[in-house]
């Protein structure tokens, strides 16, 4: 599916994006157990290009480095100085670096697949990555408390101090719903929708600029020009999205592993 995707029948009527866009039929191995479809197939270029970057960027290190050896290694200190320093500490910063680097860059490419031509949706759109990271996130944040302290992770996370005993029949479950349950649907949920929304914009901009200036043309051209306009602007915005998700998933489950790990606990 381009993003330059047919917009009208027959009758002339322009057709938006649809959420059916989000659930292509398979293009390989069709009837099998190995079923792929598109989503997929932009997800095995995402990772191949990420560990691509990687191995160009890293196979020569140099003491003086070269511009893109530079620009991964801005990318690799920006995780963790201002993720994993800042949040953790520079002890338990360096036990969690490798996971919060992984999702952070995982899903950065995963998101820009949404703005490069001919891929044009983003891995992370559909829910399986956005999910399975969001309960790596929440294992690695049980994990973490467990691992600081066994006997009183769990108490202080339910019965938090200071509240008096009577009130813990109301604070308790709302602790339990907010630490255990809400988490990791809100990660998902916050990366997700996103990256959902800002390729129907993107659609609609595109496919509406080739309705304009294909199918009804005159005039209604100078509306394609307009919506075109407006295409790129939000390609241009869609691009800050999704470094910004990235950002925020990664920043949000070191969060949640510094409360983890915080000294009460």
């Not at 620009?71 to 036990?95: P, S, T, Y």
């Not at 202080?156 to 719903?177: C, D, K, M, R």
């Not at 509306?223 to 939000?234: D, H, M, P, S, W």
Request: glycine share 8%.
């Amino acid at each position: 599916m381009n993003l330059l995707v047919p917009t009208a029948t027959e009758d002339g009527e322009f057709h938006g994006p649809s959420i059916e866009e989000f659930f292509p039929g398979p293009l390989l191995f069709e009837g099998t157990d190995f079923e792929v479809n598109r989503i997929i197939l932009v997800r095995w270029v995402a990772v191949i290009a990420l560990v691509l970057v990687f191995w160009l960027g890293t196979r020569r290190m140099k003491v003086v480095p070269g511009r893109f050896q530079s620009l991964v290694e801005m990318g690799l200190d920006m995780v963790r100085v201002n993720i994993a320093d800042d949040l953790l500490g520079k002890k338990d910063g360096k036990r969690f670096l490798p996971i919060l680097t992984t999702m952070f860059f995982m899903i950065l490419f995963m998101n820009l697949t949404g703005v490069i031509p001919f891929l044009n949706i983003a891995g992370t759109s559909v829910i399986g990555v956005p999910l399975v990271l969001a309960i790596v996130a929440y294992i690695t944040f049980i994990y973490a408390g467990v691992k600081k302290s066994p006997k009183n992770f769990f108490k202080n996370a339910l019965f938090p101090s200071g509240v008096p005993w009577p009130v813990y029949i109301i604070v308790t479950p709302i602790e339990f719903i907010s630490t255990f349950i809400i988490r990791p649907i809100t990660l998902t949920l916050r990366l997700m929708m996103n990256m959902i929304v800002g390729h129907l914009l993107l659609v609609l901009f595109f496919a509406a600029t080739q309705f304009f200036v294909f199918q009804l043309s005159g005039w209604w051209t100078i509306l394609g020009a307009g919506t075109l306009a407006f295409g790129l602007a939000f390609t241009l915005f869609e691009v800050l999205v999704a470094v910004l998700q990235a950002y925020v998933f990664a920043l949000l489950t070191a969060v949640y592993i510094q409360l983890a790990v915080a000294e009460e606990h």
